[in-house]
């Protein structure tokens, strides 16, 4: 069950990520058409925003989620669906720890706050759109 629970948050991170650029790009900016280096900059800036980030936090979260962005892309165009679904989970995984060990107790807390509230979303809008 605690296995679970950590999936799911780290699951969390990603979606956060991604979909919350995604929800923001429509019409807009198309997120696809971003160069990994421009998603990474946009998921860091919205990071800094609402964690309060340093300088120095910012430079190194972005340092660790550009590498899992490019990963993650290079998955999606290479992978089944499920291979791309564990390849991702273990990404997030180490991307999670490595941005838990340089954000502060209530800034971790923040971002999980911030990250059920995307999951949170995300249930609610394919909840939503499937009836």
């Known amino acids: 069950m605690l296995k679970s629970k950590i999936t799911t948050g780290i699951l969390g991170l990603l979606i ?3 979909s919350s650029q995604l929800a923001f790009s429509q019409g807009r900016n198309d997120w696809s058409n971003k160069t990994p280096e421009e998603k990474t900059q946009k998921i860091v800036n919205s990071m ?3 964690l309060n980030l340093t300088n120095d936090q910012a ?3 972005y340092d660790i989620v550009l590498p ?3 990963q993650v892309e290079g998955f999606k165009q290479t992978s089944s669906e499920s291979d791309y679904k564990a390849s991702v989970d273990k990404i997030i995984v180490q991307t999670d720890t490595q941005i838990q060990n340089i954000l502060n ?3 971790y807390q923040k971002l999980q706050e911030w990250k059920k509230e995307m999951i949170d979303r995300y ?3 394919i909840y939503n759109n499937k009836e």
């Open 48 to 50: 800094t925003i609402r």
């Open 123 to 125: 249930k609610e809008r």
């Open 16 to 18: 956060l990520f991604f």
């Open 59 to 61: 430079s190194s979260i």
């Open 68 to 70: 899992a962005v490019k």
């Open 105 to 107: 107790q209530e800034q």
